[in-house]
């Protein structure tokens, strides 16, 4: 026989045999132990509320343990580090914002991973609409109102934060650059104490998560000018949107999702999307989340990371503009 055909043979066995191996790992039965969902922040904010909905619904279906661990620190880096660094064998998953996924990096002088390349995105979660609220104690009724004021005393009015490079934090940037005006910002650490002060009156503004919020606004202890959606919410159906109020374009929400690290095989991927987008159709998680003012998920793996890319195009020049950094 001659030898290239015999040595051709043997290279078709082989990359057969390859082939096949790799088509059995694929398709390996998953999971057959405990998974790790990691969260970076910690818990009881509406990311560590997602994860621990959609892993009870996981752990029912698949009939192993979905354990979530808060890995809280740097502003997510931290526990999106130890997912970046994990096996990607789909036992170590990631329940994030945007921010570990797309902007930190544009924040923190250092990163531990490379955003762009260290994690392969699942899932959309869920997103939440931003809305801007004064203190009841000012007088501002409207937007326009708002900022006729803040272009009259520059630098003088104050908005609340959850922290220096939070999703609050660039929301107040881009409407800074919408609108013209500079305000005075006051991070703390969390959203919740920025909300505590605005309610008792200590700052004028603070544009926050709508969940944050919902219940002071519904209570009546802050008092809602717009929201920064394309129509209003059903959730608040008598505040107007940004561009009602004569600021167009300004959309803006904080987003939640899911990701593994890179390298986990396609169809994996794909498995774990597809349940936790029936887990976010269950009507118990739909209901409870729906009614606290966030819009449900499970878009995809392409979704999601068309999703993150706009992230960084977004608020990249924000960024940089405002020249956030790290504290």
Known sequence: MNATVTRRAALAAALATGSAAKARAQAAPWPTKPVRIIVPFPPGGLVDVLARAVSQSLATKFGQPFVVENRAGAGGNIG???V???APDGYTLLASSLG????NQFIYPSMPYDTNTAFAPITL???????????NNRPWRNVGALVAEAKARPGQLTAGSAGGG?????????????TGTEIQHIPYRGAAPAVTDLVAGTIDMVIDNVPNILGQIRGRAVRPLAVATEARLPQLPDVPTMAEEGVPGFIFGTAFGMAAPAGTPPDLIARVAEAVAEALREPATANRLTEQGAILGGTGPEAFAALIGRERTTLEPVIR???IRAE
């Open 80 to 82: 999106a580090d130890a």
């Open 84 to 86: 970046a660094k994990a």
């Open 100 to 103: 570990p996924l797309a902007v």
């Open 125 to 135: 979660l869920a997103a939440t609409p931003k809305v801007l609220c004064v203190a």
């Open 166 to 178: 939070s999703s609050l934090h660039l929301a107040l940037e881009l409407f800074k650059g919408a």
């Open 321 to 323: 503009r405002a020249n």
